[in-house]
């Protein structure tokens, strides 16, 4: 069974940087699936951030964040992470770890693309 947990979250000035870190704790993903971060602030709607699509480790990132993070995976460890830098305060949010078993070689930007979600992490980033 996946099971994704979230960590690394935490308060941070505006020009920081932080690390994510989502473990699939069942160990069940193998290095074809795809991987990604959304986040959600207040009011607002889930929000893509970036994703990773199989062993060849191909991403896509929206122009929000295009630049300043960057997502990895380390197969070995089952863990997928999200490299934050030059943090800004529209970053701050709840940012959860989707899984979809499957090679998604194009588009995976919307949560109906996921089929397991992580409890989320809480990024807040002051000005």
């Known amino acids: 069974q996946v099971q994704l947990v979230e960590s690394g979250g935490g308060l941070v000035q505006t020009g920081g940087s932080l690390r994510l870190s989502c473990a699939d704790s069942?160990?069940?993903?193998?290095?074809?699936?795809?991987m990604a971060w959304f986040r959600q602030a207040p009011g607002k709607e889930r929000e893509f951030v970036a994703r990773?699509?199989?062993?060849?480790?191909?991403?896509y990132y929206p122009a929000s964040v295009k630049g300043r993070f960057t997502i990895s995976r380390d197969n070995s460890k089952n863990t997928v992470y999200l490299q934050m830098n030059s943090l800004k305060p529209e970053d701050t949010a709840r940012y959860y770890c989707a899984a979809n078993p499957r090679l998604l070689p194009v588009g995976g930007t919307t949560p109906s693309d996921y089929d397991y979600w992580g409890q989320g992490t809480q990024v807040t980033v002051s000005s």
């Open positions: 069942g160990r069940t993903l193998n290095s074809r699936s795809t």
């Open positions: 990773v699509s199989g062993s060849a480790g191909m991403t």
